[in-house]
């Protein structure tokens, strides 16, 4: 009997603690994450999300093979990542979660008290996730996910590139903060082909059939 392809799922915000009460976030929710997997899952793929907080619109019931593991901070979505990824069990990859680049250097013990006049926090960079992933498992199929501000096409393209290329992904969906609210994107791969989508269901089906023609493969293959 044929197994399932398994695709692992990152998505939602991650949480940065800077004391036991408070934390960094973000504004992205997790849900262009969340129709990628259900996308993936209806069409017969074994689907495993990571899903971070920020209010991803979970239905009432979803497929069998989609499994749910939720997360909130930086180091559970590091751990789960590398332990899924490193398992070999996984054909793909879609890294679709809002990673913090910096953490607090130091994080306060208990609550940071209020009243301060000034109150200052230092940050260190992170290890970026999706630059560990072919490092974990160089055969698994790669899509990153890239977020500009205040580009144009032409420029978006560019960075796209640069970032799909230092990381070693196989797919890259690049958007501008201008057309966030619109889920505006462009889904596209090392030889400069380009696909333009607008909202999360016309992206994840996209995504979807490109990440079955390009690993040459079909969900129950």
């Excluded at 504004?27 to 899903?51: K, Q």
């Excluded at 069990?89 to 809002?98: F, I, P, Q, R």
Aim: charged share 20%; glycine share 8%.
């Amino acid at each position: 009997m044929q197994t399932q392809k398994q695709i692992l799922i990152t998505a939602g915000s991650v949480w940065v603690p800077i004391d036991r009460v408070r934390v960094i976030t973000n504004i992205f929710t997790g849900n262009t994450g969340l129709a990628i997997a259900l996308e993936a899952a209806r069409r017969g793929f074994a689907v495993t999300l990571l899903l971070g907080p920020g209010g991803a619109k979970i239905p009432a019931s979803w497929p069998d093979n989609l499994k749910i593991i939720n997360f909130k901070y930086y180091d559970e979505l590091y751990n789960l990542t590398k332990e899924h990824v490193a398992s070999g069990k996984m054909s793909a990859l879609v890294h679709t979660a809002a990673v913090p680049d910096y953490v607090p250097t130091e994080v306060f013990d208990g609550k940071i008290k209020s009243g301060q006049e000034n109150l200052s926090i230092s940050f260190k960079p992170t290890v970026k996730i999706v630059d560990q992933v072919k490092i974990w498992d160089p055969q698994i199929f790669l899509v990153k996910f890239k977020l500009e501000v205040g580009l144009g096409v032409a420029e978006l393209f560019a960075k796209a590139g640069e970032s799909m290329s230092h990381s070693r992904a196989d797919l890259i969906v690049a958007n501008d903060l201008s057309g966030y609210q619109a889920r505006k994107a462009f889904i596209i791969d090392p030889a400069g082909n380009m696909v333009e989508c607008l909202g999360n269901e016309n992206i994840s089906a996209n995504l979807v059939d490109i990440i079955s023609k390009k690993m040459g493969l079909t969900p129950c293959e």
